[in-house]
């Protein structure tokens, strides 16, 4: 019975350091097989991913503040509410590397309504895992793939669970944690 417990908890421990590894291990670039500029020329025109910003409709403006860079503004209500920020470095004639982060607007403070979500890395790796996978979906030329969402999205869940059950029972108005 004892060797059964210690087993048990050591398998605890490293689903718990998992998820950790897999929440707070720093983000990784993507290299595509294609020059930089056919990138940029692709990624101008793609929206915002499926299936993370819920039912109410965002607008979204691309903005190309250098040659690097990319930005998607996302706003509701006229008021903007965060910005996924892509950069692109070239890797030889044609690859490039994409990097991927998000952001509150600028000059707010991170404690901001808008901003509140992607303080806590949990809920970041929502939208950046997210936006990954429609820029390669883009770049690849294939259908968005769902299921690579669903391993951040459990992490935020379950990493809030106390807040969400809280939140759902009426006992909070609103969710405030999220890690």
Not at 22 to 48: K, N
Not at 59 to 85: A, C, F
Not at 129 to 158: C, G, H, N, W
């Amino acid at each position: 019975m004892r060797d059964h417990l210690v087993k048990c908890l050591y398998s605890l421990l490293a689903i718990v350091a998992a998820v950790l590894a897999y929440t707070y291990w720093p983000e990784q670039a993507q290299v595509f097989d294609r020059p930089i500029g056919d990138v940029r020329s692709i990624l101008q025109v793609v929206g915002l991913p499926p299936h993370v910003f819920g039912s109410v409709p965002k607008k979204v403006k691309v903005l190309n503040p250098s040659q690097g860079t990319m930005v998607w503004s996302i706003s509701e209500d006229e008021r903007e509410d965060m910005r996924y920020v892509v950069t692109l470095v070239s890797e030889g004639p044609s690859a490039t590397r994409v990097t991927v982060d998000v952001t509150g607007r600028p000059g707010t403070p991170i404690a901001d309504k808008g901003s509140l979500a992607i303080r806590f890395r949990a809920v970041r790796n929502i939208y950046i895992t997210a936006m990954k996978e429609q820029i390669a979906s883009a770049l690849e030329r294939r259908d968005f793939q769902t299921y690579k969402i669903v391993p951040p999205s459990a992490i935020a869940v379950l990493v809030n669970m106390a807040t969400l059950s809280s939140w759902l029972s009426g006992g909070d108005s609103s969710p405030r944690r999220a890690i």
